[in-house]
């Protein structure tokens, strides 16, 4: 058992003493009763309140306080309006943010952290505390400053670096980070970063080759603010390693900063190996004056393993966060000194000192916490438990309401027309209608729905864009090569449909309610272990059932009910409805006593495919029931009566829910040079997130959706399925790999997809500005022009990732690059990514040219022995 004492040689503050605290003037203006967004810098004694103009934009030796306050379940960001709430009753989630600069002496970092414990107190401490550092931010913090990114002066104020020359690099994601450099230097390039050169008569923005469209657009973007703001006659765009394309004047003026002579630009740099993440809980408690955390527990948690009202926990989940819990009765000094304590543990621990770091108070757990559970009740600070929705709706009602829709993952009431195929080695078998609603766990299926149109509202207002639904169902027992003939068909399939369809890949067990609904609640899944089912080298012969077997039914309406084969060895119990098909060809349903009347409407539904049927209650078995179904079940009856624990059946038979919309995550997907992806949270999601030239990611608990924005390049595509299950198996809540992922096409999003965000309108993306044409409209403004750079200079378009050397030549600019000097050196000492046959490739295209006098593609287009040649003289074979 780890047990860890925190010392006060841990501590990089002082214990504050809770009965000497004084609340500063400017947070006695805010009433604990409003929403708003605040921003305050800190001064030596005092904070200083920001106006809104300068909200988004710190500086590195300084540290800020930061609050937002919304209505529960609502998102908050700068541009929030201060208003009183005066209806009774409305919850109100307080957030108190502190930022420290990355250069921040440690005087102010102290002050920093008294002073949210100043707000905190002026808000009764109901507030949820988080500790932010440059660079490492968190995702609700960045969330705020979405619209124009967050910009980081050198200095502690506008007086600190004279005006220009400045350079400023962006970095991160959702949103971007615009930082200014300590030295305008070559040093501080890398081909995965945009740069900003500010000079007195031109801001120059430097597109690094290996970044995205999204970099690209707030590098001009911030490049246009800067122009504004500082009255700058010109905006320059720079391709990396396009450099000498420039005009002779702007070269001019580049080279007085930054000597072209002297360029050097680094590979964009790996992204580290991160440990696998695992979730600690440890107990806290205070003994004989010392802080003491013991853990109690590791792996998945629950929201039981935080018991006690006066009890404090630590939550571990380096390296995204370390989370203390306050226990609503614990006492008022806890909690003005849970933020010192978590501090303490990461020193303890030796973790970066950038490790983020949050207190929150039972009861008001913030969605990113509650994330970290599988299931969790909210209640409010006096221990209410909050209720959900119990009125049911029907399908037709639910697509006039998305929300519901998506919670529910019902698109339409399941009345189009469906096709369903086998699929099998040699071949792939349309099955008739009359047998379509019985699969076999050890093949594959694949299902071709057609929404119905009645799922147009009747005022057009949000139909679904879909018109088709692609499934692969994929039995739990069905060869890996089925899988692959399936996965290839299912392609196919979407190709000749073209528009309007969405793709999903489902395995047994676990069976979204549409695909439930589809079936009208009455699909059967055999275990087909039958070796007289199968035909050599063809499909199953599905007209045949097995001689005898059982059917246990799960679920109790048309979109979450399905009959599922068990073994004799399975425990009945008296809440299910069984359907048994006996040796003499009889077919019994049996329910148990205390079988709700819906389930038992179901099991009919299912048993009339078998034949006519019995019905018979618990209790009230006839003798007629027994001779039919043998000893075996009626043993297992029995059973029932003395079992103590519920066997869970090998099958999973529970249809999965959606998460609520609080814990529900978007994610950008990414390719980074050495071709990895990553993924990144977008906190306080909305359609504004989603862009043409980026796939995303929707996960929503019981379903990930995976949206393909159509000016994605091919790379990304092919990986958006093993995208989706890298960020199941990494999510800190166990959940099953093999869950549903559908993949959605820009503009042919389900309503089960747009239900998720809080608005939708479909003709946004028409407006969405790309990179080329923001490029086009600031080099080519009354579309003639040169755009400053030299006539007939190539513009390199942007891209996710960028290859090693394959062979081919298609695309020069997708090569890495390396320095001239490197390429003509010792072979031993390349990258392990050069082929020393094909250095040229490795070139920038300024180099290029100066060596061989001549473009790559004109390069190409020579005879291979002159290629050659060329390169022995040159020095690059």
């Known amino acids: 058992m780890q047990i860890l004492d925190i010392n006060q040689k841990d501590y990089d503050q002082k214990r504050p003493v809770y009965e000497d ?147 400023y690099q962006i970095s991160g994601t959702a949103p971007q980070r615009c930082v200014q450099q300590k030295t305008i230097s070559w040093q501080c390039f890398n081909s995965g970063q945009v740069m900003i050169l500010q000079t007195a008569s031109i801001v120059f923005v430097w597109i690094g080759r290996s970044t995205g469209s999204v970099e690209r657009i707030f590098g001009i973007r911030m490049g246009e603010r800067l122009k504004q703001q500082h009255a700058i006659a010109e905006l320059a765009i720079v391709d990396d390693g396009y450099e000498q394309s420039m005009s002779i004047a702007r070269k001019e003026v580049w080279n007085g900063y930054l000597n072209l002579a002297k360029r050097f630009v680094k590979p964009m740099p790996l992204t580290p190996t991160v440990a696998e993440r695992l979730l600690k809980l440890y107990h806290c408690d205070t003994v004989n004056g010392v802080f003491r955390v013991e853990l109690v527990k590791t792996g998945a948690l629950e929201q039981a393993d935080l018991y006690g009202r006066d009890s404090i926990y630590i939550v571990d989940y380096f390296p995204q966060a370390i989370w203390i819990w306050i226990g609503r009765s614990s006492h008022k000094q806890n909690r003005a000194e849970a933020m010192r304590h978590v501090r303490g ?113 009747a005022n ?74 199968e035909q050599a080298g063809a499909v199953v012969n599905i007209r045949q059932y097995p001689t005898s077997f059982v059917l246990k039914v799960v679920g109790n309406a048309t979109y979450t009910c399905k009959a599922v084969q068990v073994s004799s060895k399975t425990l009945y119990y008296p809440e299910d409805c069984y359907i048994l098909k006996a040796p003499d060809n009889e077919v019994w349903i049996w329910c148990g006593q205390y079988s709700t009347g819906d389930s038992r409407e179901m ?101 990930v959706y995976v949206w393909i924005g159509e000016q994605t390049v091919v790379e990304e595509r092919a ?47 028409e407006s969405c500005v790309l990179y080329e044409n923001l490029r086009s409209e600031i080099e080519y403004p009354n579309g003639v022009g040169a755009g400053g750079r030299l006539p007939g200079a190539p513009i390199p378009v942007p891209r996710s990732s960028v290859r090693s050397d394959d062979g081919s030549g298609d695309d020069f600019d997708r090569y890495q690059k390396y320095p001239l000097d490197m390429l003509r050196g010792d072979a031993a000492n390349l990258p392990a990514s050069v082929n020393p046959t094909r250095k040229e490739i490795h070139l920038t295209h300024d180099d290029f040219v100066t060596v061989f006098s001549m473009t790559y593609h004109e390069f190409e287009e020579l005879p291979k022995w002159k290629q050659v040649e060329l390169k022995k003289q040159k020095k690059l074979f």
């Not at 002050?111 to 414990?117: E, F, N, R």
């Open 21 to 167: 605290i004084k609340i500063d003037t400017a947070f006695r203006k805010i009433s604990p009763r409003s929403i708003g967004f605040h921003v305050w810098r800190i001064q030596q004694d005092h904070v200083e309140t920001l106006p809104k103009e300068q909200y988004g934009t710190f500086y590195d030796e300084c540290a800020y306080v930061i609050y937002a306050a919304s209505l529960t379940g609502t998102t908050c960001d700068k541009s929030t309006i201060s208003r009183e709430i005066k209806t009774p009753g409305a919850a109100i989630e307080r957030n108190i943010h502190f930022w420290l600069g990355a250069n921040i002496p440690a005087e102010r970092s102290k002050s920093a952290a008294y002073k949210i414990i100043e707000l905190d107190l002026h808000l009764d401490h109901k507030t949820t505390q988080f500790r932010e550092s440059q660079g490492n931010e968190g995702i609700r913090f960045l969330s705020y400053f979405k619209d124009d990114g967050i910009l980081v002066h050198s200095g502690s104020d506008a007086s600190s670096t004279p005006t220009d020359p400045r350079l």
């Open 345 to 457: 543990y990461v020193i303890k621990k030796g973790y970066p000192a950038g490790t983020p770091v949050a207190r929150v108070i039972d009861g008001l757990e913030p969605a990113e916490f509650v994330s970290l559970f599988p299931a969790w009740t909210s209640a409010d600070i006096n221990g209410n438990t909050v209720k959900g929705l119990s009125e049911k709706f029907d399908a037709l009602t639910l697509i006039q309401r998305p929300r519901m829709a998506a919670k529910i993952q019902l698109m339409d009431d399941g009345s189009g027309d469906m096709t369903v195929y086998q699929i099998g080695i040699d071949e792939v078998k349309e099955i008739p209608n009359k047998y379509a609603k019985t699969f076999y766990s050890g093949n594959c299926y694949a299902v071709h729905y057609e929404v119905a149109c009645s799922t147009e509202n």
């Open 460 to 533: 057009g207002s949000l139909p679904n864009s879909i018109r088709n639904v692609v499934y692969l169902w994929c039995g739990l027992n069905a060869p890996p090569e089925h899988r692959t003939i399936g996965e290839a068909f299912l392609a196919e399939m979407c190709e000749h449909l073209k528009k309007n369809v969405v793709q999903v890949r489902i395995a047994e067990g676990m069976e979204p309610p549409h695909f439930l609904q589809i079936f009208k609640g009455s699909l059967i899944v055999l275990n087909a272990q039958d070796p007289s089912l």
């Open 603 to 703: 099991a009919k539904s299912i048993a009339g495919q078998l034949g006519e049927y019995s019905l018979v209650m618990e209790g009230n078995e006839t003798d007629e029931f027994f001779n039919s179904v043998g000893e075996k079940f009626l043993k297992q009856l029995k059973k029932t009566t003395t079992a103590g624990n519920i066997i869970t059946p090998a099958v999973q038979t529970n249809v999965a829910q959606t998460w609520d919309r609080a814990v529900i995550g978007l994610y950008r997907c990414q390719l980074l040079e050495d071709g990895k992806p990553t993924l990144r949270q977008i906190f306080g999601f909305s359609q504004q997130d989603l862009r043409p030239d980026s796939i995303f990611l929707l996960d929503a608990g019981s379903i």
């Open 719 to 765: 990986q958006c399925w093993e995208l989706a299950r890298q960020l199941i198996a990494t999510h800190p809540v166990q959940r099953d790999t093999a869950m549903p992922i559908a993949a959605v096409r820009q503009g042919e999003e389900p309503i089960t997809f747009v239900g998720f965000f809080d608005s939708w309108d479909r003709k946004r993306f």
